[in-house]
């Protein structure tokens, strides 16, 4: 498939020899410059340079193309995740790439990150809807990365208290930046530095109540 040279702003066609994957494309690309409700279903179709008929031989609606958006996303996003969990170094520096790995997803994918956290549940019915249903979330691949990183476990700390806790500042760090909201300047630490931090002081803090026990 031959990409738009200047994103979804182009409204020049172009040829493609798969017009499912033309269409996906096209809706990641919307997502990421205008938001999850940012195009329509004829804003893909004129992009591709096909009438808004034919996407309804791929796709029953406009929330069947998200979620098929999403999925690709969190395939994507999954890959990325197991990569740091298996790269090298120890159990906690695995497992705080792993939240290193979320952060650049979420700069670098952001019309995958977007469909992936506001089409789930979507689409009921849709052919998709099933595969939307059986696929984990990120937050369980988290609580499973740390039983598999950490299997003494952290007392009587639930792993999955201590997952959500990650997941929420992995998420409200890459929300922030991607915002621009993030404060910067001289001396401040950049998303990464304060993801290595929180997960340090959530870690260490769950292993010293385990030890005051």
């Known amino acids: 498939?031959?990409?738009?040279?200047?994103?979804?702003?182009?409204?020049?066609?172009?040829?493609?020899?798969?017009?499912?994957?033309?269409?996906?494309?096209?809706?990641?690309?919307?997502?990421?410059?205008?938001?999850?409700?940012?195009?329509t279903l004829v804003d893909?179709?004129?992009?591709?340079?096909?009438t808004p008929a034919a996407l309804y031989r791929h796709f029953r609606g406009r929330e069947a193309l998200l979620e098929e958006v999403a999925g690709r996303g969190f395939a994507?996003?999954?890959?990325?995740?197991?990569?740091?969990?298996?790269?090298?170094?120890?159990?906690?520096?695995?497992?705080?790439?792993?939240?290193?790995?979320?952060?650049?997803?979420?700069?670098?994918?952001?019309?995958?990150?977007?469909?992936?956290?506001?089409?789930r549940g979507l689409a009921a019915g849709t052919p998709n809807a099933e595969s939307a249903t059986l696929r984990p979330?990120?937050?369980?691949?988290?609580?499973?990365?740390?039983?598999s990183t950490f299997p003494e476990g952290f007392g009587g700390v639930a792993p999955r208290f201590i997952a959500l806790e990650v997941w929420a500042l992995s998420h409200g760090l890459a929300t922030l930046a991607a915002s621009g909201h993030l404060p910067k300047g001289p001396g401040m630490p950049d998303k990464y530095e304060l993801l290595r931090a929180g997960v340090l002081a959530l870690v260490h803090g769950a292993a010293s109540a385990q030890g005051r026990q």
């Open 44 to 50: 893909a179709a004129r992009l591709v340079g096909v």
């Open 76 to 119: 994507d996003l999954a890959e990325r995740l197991a990569r740091a969990l298996t790269a090298r170094g120890t159990p906690l520096e695995r497992f705080t790439r792993m939240g290193e790995a979320y952060l650049a997803f979420a700069e670098e994918e952001p019309g995958y990150y977007a469909a992936i956290f506001e089409t």
């Open 1 to 39: 498939m031959r990409h738009w040279r200047e994103g979804p702003g182009d409204r020049r066609s172009y040829h493609h020899g798969n017009l499912k994957e033309a269409l996906i494309e096209a809706a990641r690309r919307f997502i990421a410059e205008r938001g999850i409700g940012g195009f």
């Open 137 to 147: 979330s990120p937050f369980d691949l988290l609580v499973e990365a740390l039983q």
